[in-house]
C-alpha cells in the first residue's frame, strides 16, 4: 500500500476499515458536499503539502491514569507531544477534546500543561468529565474558561471555517447519556443565527454527539437538537473524543469523528463486560494510542481527517 | 435536611478516610453485613439494589480501574470521585427508597431501600 492520496477515488467504509486493520496506519478522509471520499492508506509523509488550515485534535490524555491499562499516561502523552513537533508542517492551532485529567487534580492539570504547551501551539479545549470533578467546575474554568460561556463553551473562527467547542459533561442526568442543555443550545442556535449556510463548521466536544453506544454512556441526550440547528449548512464535521477508539459516520451533510487516546484504548461497544480502561499488549499500546490532524483546504470545503497513532 | 447534607459533606472529606480502618475489615460475605457493602465493578453497582434496616451504614467499594462516585438523584448526598480501591460510606437513617447513579458515567445506577427498625409507620417513599 503506497502514500498515494492523489488517488480520489471512492471506497466503501468496510473496506477502509479493512484496510486499516490491515496497514496499521492513518486514513485520509476527504469531505466534499458532505460525502466523504477516501484518499487512501497514507504514510508519515503524506500531510506534507496542505493548503489552507491545518490543526491538530488531541483527546483523553488522562494525565493521572497510570493503571495497568497504561502506567504511564504523561509519558504517552508527552510522546504525542514529541510527534506534533516534529510535524513537517506546523499545524495553526491544537483541539482538546477533554478528559485531560484522570481525576480533575490541580497537579494534573500543571502536569498537562507542562507537556502540552511544549507544542508551542495555541490549544483550545473543552472538558471532559473527569475534568469537571469539583463541584463547581472551578479547576477547569479558571484555566481554560477565559471568553467563554457558561461551563465553557464558545466558538471562533479560523480561515473561514466556524470552529464551536460545545460542554456536555456537566450536570449529568441518572440513567441519562452526555448532556448539553438548555442555555448552551439556546446560545448554539443564536451563534449560528445569520451565518451563511456555506460556511464549513466544525464542532468539537467530549461525548460523541451521536449516539455510539447508549448502553455505555456514548452518546448525548439533547444532541438531536443541536444538530437539527446545524443542519442547513453544507458541511459539517463533528470531532468527539470519549471513547478512546476511532469513529466515523455521516449522516446528511454531517461528518462524525471520533479520536484515540494518548493514554489508553477503550473497548469496541459491546466487546467487552463494561467500557473500562483496555488492556492489550505493551507492543501494541501505541498502535492504538495517537492523535489526528484535521486539513481544511480552502475553496474546496473539504476536511480531511488523518488519525495518526503513535506507532505503526 | 439541612443537617443531612451537611452531614453528607462530612463525610465525604472525612469519612472517606475513617471508613479504611472500619468498614474494611468486615467480610462483605456475613448475614450481618450482607447489604451494607455494594462493589462497584465493571461499571456496575453490585447489587445493583440492597435493603437495609434504618441506621445501616452502606459503604462503596470501588473496585474498578476507572473513577465512579455515588450521587444521590435527591443530591441527598455525594461521594468525592472514587479511585480504585477507594470507599464511600453513608448512614441511612429515614426509611425509603434512595436512588443514585455515578456522576461521571450515569447509566450507571443503584437504590438503596431502608426499611424500618420496628413496626413504624413510615411511608416508604422515594428520597
Known amino acids: 500500500m503506497t502514500s498515494d492520496h492523489d488517488d480520489r477515488h471512492s471506497v466503501s467504509r468496510r473496506k477502509i476499515l479493512e484496510c486499516m486493520t490491515w496497514a496499521g496506519t492513518g486514513v485520509l478522509w476527504s469531505i466534499a458536499g458532505g460525502t466523504p471520499r477516501s484518499l487512501g492508506i497514507v504514510g508519515e509523509t503524506m500531510a506534507a503539502e496542505p493548503s489552507g488550515l491545518t490543526f491538530l485534535q488531541i483527546s483523553d490524555s488522562h494525565v ?26 506546523k499545524p495553526s492551532f491544537i483541539i482538546h477534546t477533554g478528559d485531560i485529567t484522570h481525576l480533575s487534580k490541580p497537579s494534573e492539570f500543571d502536569d498537562a500543561d507542562r507537556i502540552i504547551s511544549q507544542t508551542r501551539l495555541d ?14 467546575v472551578k479547576l477547569y474554568r479558571d484555566r481554560y474558561g477565559r471568553g467563554t460561556e457558561g461551563t465553557g463553551w464558545y466558538s471562533f473562527d479560523a480561515n473561514g471555517v ?44 467530549h461525548i460523541p454527539l451521536w449516539t455510539v453506544y447508549p448502553q455505555w454512556g456514548w452518546g448525548t441526550d439533547d444532541s438531536a437538537r443541536a ?10 464535521t463533528v470531532l468527539n473524543g470519549h471513547i478512546h477508539q476511532i469513529m466515523q459516520k455521516v449522516e446528511g451533510n454531517v461528518a462524525f469523528h471520533t479520536a484515540m487516546s494518548t493514554a489508553f484504548p477503550q473497548p469496541a461497544p459491546g466487546a467487552a463486560p463494561s467500557p473500562g480502561p483496555m488492556k492489550v499488549a505493551d ?23 488523518i488519525d495518526k497513532p503513535l506507532q505503526g | ?60 467499594i470501588n473496585d474498578d480501574d476507572a473513577p465512579h462516585t455515588i450521587a444521590s438523584s435527591t443530591k441527598l448526598f455525594k461521594s468525592k470521585p472514587l479511585d480504585t480501591k477507594d470507599k464511600f460510606s453513608f448512614t441511612f437513617t429515614t426509611p425509603g427508597t434512595y436512588e443514585y447513579f455515578c456522576s461521571l458515567h450515569p447509566h450507571m445506577t443503584g437504590a438503596v431501600v431502608v426499611k424500618a427498625t420496628t413496626g413504624s409507620s413510615a411511608a416508604n417513599k422515594v428520597r
Open chain 1, 64 to 89: 493521572g491514569f497510570d493503571k495497568p491499562a497504561n502506567p504511564n499516561a504523561l509519558g504517552t502523552l508527552e510522546e504525542a507531544v514529541n510527534k506534533i513537533k516534529a510535524l513537517a508542517v
Open chain 2, 1 to 60: 435536611m439541612a443537617h443531612r447534607l451537611a452531614h453528607s459533606a462530612w463525610i465525604a472529606t472525612a469519612l472517606a478516610v475513617a471508613v479504611l480502618a472500619v468498614v474494611g475489615s468486615f467480610p462483605a460475605a456475613s448475614n450481618q453485613a450482607a447489604g451494607t457493602e455494594v462493589q462497584i465493578d465493571q461499571f456496575t453497582f453490585a447489587p445493583q439494589q440492597v435493603t437495609v434496616k434504618a441506621g445501616t451504614t452502606v459503604t462503596w
Open chain 1, 283 to 305: 507492543d501494541r499500546l501505541r498502535s492504538v494510542l495517537g492523535v489526528t490532524d484535521v486539513t481544511f483546504e480552502r475553496g474546496q470545503q473539504r476536511l480531511a481527517i
Open chain 1, 123 to 136: 490549544v483550545r479545549y473543552v472538558p471532559g468529565e473527569h475534568d469537571v470533578l469539583d463541584e463547581n
Open chain 1, 162 to 205: 466556524h470552529f464551536i467547542g460545545l460542554v456536555n459533561v456537566v450536570d449529568l442526568k441518572a440513567g441519562g447519556l452526555g448532556n448539553l442543555g438548555n442555555d448552551q443550545l439556546e446560545w448554539l442556535e443564536d451563534d449560528l443565527r445569520g451565518r451563511s449556510a456555506s460556511t464549513p463548521i466544525v464542532v468539537f466536544a
Open chain 1, 227 to 236: 444538530l437539527e440547528y446545524l443542519k442547513r449548512f453544507g458541511s459539517v
